[in-house]
Structures are given as structure tokens and as C-alpha cells.
């Protein structure tokens, strides 16, 4: 059943949007790729500060390479998630 009311949408909305666990603790949730990107750099903005989406990407590739030897792709946005739930560094909750 749909919701009737704009305020009932935005519960829907939200009860229904996938969540991720992020490796080391903490939990995001996310509709699409940018949004998950997103979402994954503004939980990281107090220990991590970037100043572009790019960055963040480049920067979190970095600690994937010396935290477990992995080449994350950053070339896009759906690569790049693509390899982070491939090596275990957020899986849908």
C-alpha cells in the first residue's frame, strides 16, 4: 500500500532505503551509488576531511591498498562501490 500523505511518503521512503554497514562500525543508508558515495563521505567528514566527492574516493583507494592490499577502482562512482562491497568494506545490512 502507498502512502497518502507527503509526510507518510518520506517514512516510507525512509523505512525502505537500504542500508550498508561500513566496515569498523557505523551504518549509512543510500537509494543509488552517488547517494551511497555521499553518504559514506559525510559519515567520514570528522576523521576525513575532503573537499570533493574525487577526493574522498582517491583517499579511501588509498587506505583500502594498505589496509588489506586491494586496487579499489575509482574511475566511477558505480566501480568504486562495486569494489567496496566486493572487498567487504560496506555490505547491505
Do not use: C, H
Not at 567528514?45 to 579499489?72: H, L, N, T, Y
Request: charged fraction near 25%; aromatic fraction near 8%; avoid cysteine.
Amino acid at each position: 500500500m502507498q502512502p497518502t500523505t507527503p509526510a507518510a511518503a518520506r517514512r516510507y521512503k525512509t523505512a525502505n532505503m537500504p542500508k550498508y554497514e561500513i566496515l569498523g562500525g557505523g551504518q549509512v543508508e543510500a537509494t543509488t551509488d552517488l547517494g551511497l558515495v555521499e553518504a559514506l563521505r559525510r559519515d567520514a567528514q570528522a576523521w576525513v576531511p575532503s573537499v570533493s566527492i574525487e577526493d574522498f574516493m582517491e583517499g579511501m583507494a588509498s587506505r583500502a591498498k594498505v589496509q588489506k592490499g586491494v586496487e579499489v577502482r575509482t574511475n566511477s562512482i558505480a566501480n568504486f562501490t562495486a569494489d567496496l562491497k566486493r572487498f567487504g568494506f560496506i555490505t547491505q545490512a
